[in-house]
């Protein structure tokens, strides 16, 4: 069987600061080949605005972030498109896991509620965004965070955002 490749790349490394985990990329990101690509996503703007990123970075430019030590995921590395149209099993749980045992970053911020919910084991419904409570001992920290996509406007706060950089300041 061959692998299919990743529509985007994984930047991560070990002992991270934090790793930003979305679900899949959008079609936007997919046909760019960069992360939190379409214009209307607040990704970028959110980073900037909290202080995590000292200045507005482009979404093309998402390779930089490792310098900050920051990381970029998703859990669906080979489909694109609305979370819930992708197939299930193209959702790789276990592959993310054996990446955050083997790299261990000190802190995932899950940027959609199906991401987390992915993570945490829990339905969407029952997900909260902000810090939760870590499962197992030597367990990164985990944020959920509003997703930034213009589709989620409704929804969107950067408060969580922002308890993302108290949390980083800490380090």
């Keep these: 069987m061959s692998r299919k490749a990743h529509i985007l790349p994984d930047r991560l490394a070990p002992d991270l600061r934090v790793w930003f985990v979305g679900t899949a990329a959008g079609p936007r990101s997919a046909a760019e080949r960069a992360y939190y690509a379409h214009p209307g996503n607040r990704f970028w703007r959110a980073l900037h605005e909290c202080e995590i990123t000292p200045r507005l970075f482009a979404p093309h430019e998402y390779p930089l972030m490792l310098d900050l030590s920051i990381g970029l995921t998703d859990f669906c590395k080979v489909s694109w498109g609305v979370d819930s149209k992708i197939a299930k099993e193209h959702f790789d749980v276990a592959g993310f896991t054996r990446k955050v045992k083997r790299l261990k970053p000190h802190a995932l911020a899950f940027t ?17 965004t902000g810090r939760h409570i870590a499962v197992q001992q030597n367990q990164p920290a985990v944020f959920v965070l509003p997703s930034p996509s213009g589709l989620a406007t409704s929804y969107w706060s950067i408060a969580p955002w922002r308890e993302v950089k108290v949390f980083l300041s800490s380090l």
Aim: no cysteine; hydrophobic share 40%; aromatic share 6%.
């Design 112 to 128: 959609s509620k199906t991401a987390a919910s992915l993570w945490l084991g829990l339905p969407t419904g029952r997900i909260t």
